[in-house]
């Protein structure tokens, strides 16, 4: 190239750049070089981009069904409602079976943290209300995002986001249209993973290596990550205002409160030790519920 045309070509790079939506400069750099080695594709279209992103995923069948599998949960109408997830199931087996960073990176933590019907992995959950684009202006675009990892990943793994893999993007205005909302989702996603997926996950299974060997793999549930915001929306229970921040700790409150009774202290409020902690059992909670509603009721009445 001579050195009299260099001004005129990147001139004409910096305007393409400027005319067309953001990209960052690695990312044009590979679609410019692909064209040039690859030729321009016949279909260029927004509507079929997505059509061949969809025709992906339907190819992406496995033995735990597709990448894209629907829910059922019931609206506030009553009704049925169909939610879609991508089932961490067949993500998972789709993915390991690829050669590439995933394949190994799984690889090598099965070797550090072998699995075993002893030893299972531990399912992590995150959820979160995200708004995109400018959290002042309106809010029709709000979303709920959820996604899922393992804790053997570990903290070096679980720093980075390409270790946390997308389970659920859904607009909130449709979460508000379900029965106790993010409750209720919630609890359909985890039936629809530990319940009503094609294996018990907890009895194990196997995934494919590009190879086509078979590797032994199970997984239990582990840990629920969340904001206060989201903890509250999710369980139903007070969040950061409230004077218990964790409805299964029956003696876990906020220092701040001091409840007390005929002078004595009601709750310890300093606690550092899980073994300092006195779980609420599933009789416990239920009757947290039965004594709201009782009160409900009786607020009703009068």
Same mark, same amino acid.
């Given at each position: 190239?001579a050195? !009299?045309?260099?001004?005129?070509k990147?001139?004409? @790079?910096?305007?393409? =750049? &400027?005319g +067309?939506?953001y *990209?960052?400069?690695?990312?044009?750099?590979?679609?410019?070089k692909?064209v040039?080695e690859?030729?321009l594709p016949e279909?260029?279209g927004?509507k079929?981009?997505?059509?061949?992103?969809?025709?992906?995923i339907?190819k992406?069948?496995?033995p735990?069904g597709?990448?894209?599998?629907?829910?059922q949960?019931?609206?506030?109408?009553?009704?049925?409602?169909?939610?879609?997830?991508i089932?961490?199931?067949a993500?998972?087996?789709?993915?390991?079976?690829q050669?590439?960073?995933f394949?190994d990176?799984?690889?090598?933590?099965?070797?550090e943290c072998?699995?075993?019907?002893?030893?299972?992995?531990?399912?992590?959950?995150? !959820?979160?209300?995200v708004?995109?684009g400018?959290p @002042?202006?309106?809010? =029709? &675009?709000? +979303?709920?995002? *959820?996604?899922?990892s393992?804790?053997?990943?570990?903290p070096i793994?679980?720093?980075?986001?390409?270790c946390?893999f997308?389970l659920?993007?859904v607009?909130t205005?449709?979460?508000?249209?379900?029965d106790?909302g993010?409750?209720?989702?919630?609890?359909?996603?985890l039936?629809h993973?530990f319940?009503?997926?094609?294996?018990?996950?907890?009895?194990g299974f196997f995934?494919k290596c590009?190879?086509?060997?078979?590797?032994?793999?199970?997984?239990?549930?582990?840990n629920?990550l969340?904001?206060?915001?989201?903890?509250?929306?999710?369980?139903g229970?007070?969040?950061?205002?409230?004077?218990?921040?964790c409805?299964?700790c029956?003696?876990l409150v906020?220092?701040?409160?001091? @409840?007390v009774?005929?002078?004595e202290?009601l709750?310890?409020?300093?606690?550092?030790q899980?073994?300092?902690?006195?779980?609420?059992t599933?009789a416990?909670v239920?009757?947290?519920?039965d004594?709201?509603?009782?009160?409900?009721?009786?607020?009703?009445a009068s």
């Amino acid at each position: 190239m001579a050195a !009299s045309e260099r001004p005129a070509k990147l001139a004409r @790079l910096t305007n393409m =750049r &400027r005319g +067309l939506p953001y *990209m960052s400069a690695s990312a044009m750099s590979a679609l410019l070089k692909d064209v040039k080695e690859q030729g321009l594709p016949e279909m260029i279209g927004r509507k079929d981009i997505k059509a061949s992103r969809v025709e992906a995923i339907q190819k992406a069948d496995g033995p735990f069904g597709s990448l894209v599998q629907s829910m059922q949960v019931i609206g506030r109408n009553g009704k049925p409602m169909a939610v879609d997830i991508i089932s961490p199931l067949a993500f998972l087996a789709h993915a390991f079976q690829q050669p590439g960073g995933f394949h190994d990176l799984m690889a090598r933590r099965l070797q550090e943290c072998p699995c075993s019907l002893e030893s299972q992995w531990d399912f992590l959950l995150y !959820s979160d209300e995200v708004t995109p684009g400018n959290p @002042l202006g309106e809010a =029709r &675009r709000k +979303l709920w995002v *959820m996604y899922w990892s393992f804790r053997q990943m570990g903290p070096i793994g679980l720093q980075k986001e390409q270790c946390w893999f997308p389970l659920l993007c859904v607009r909130t205005s449709v979460v508000s249209q379900i029965d106790d909302g993010m409750s209720q989702l919630t609890a359909a996603i985890l039936k629809h993973i530990f319940v009503t997926s094609p294996c018990q996950v907890q009895n194990g299974f196997f995934l494919k290596c590009p190879n086509g060997q078979p590797h032994f793999f199970a997984f239990k549930m582990g840990n629920v990550l969340q904001d206060g915001a989201a903890h509250k929306l999710m369980y139903g229970c007070k969040g950061d205002a409230g004077t218990r921040f964790c409805f299964i700790c029956l003696n876990l409150v906020a220092e701040k409160a001091c @409840l007390v009774q005929d002078g004595e202290s009601l709750l310890v409020c300093k606690l550092h030790q899980i073994s300092s902690l006195r779980m609420a059992t599933d009789a416990d909670v239920y009757s947290t519920i039965d004594r709201l509603v009782a009160k409900k009721d009786e607020l009703t009445a009068s």
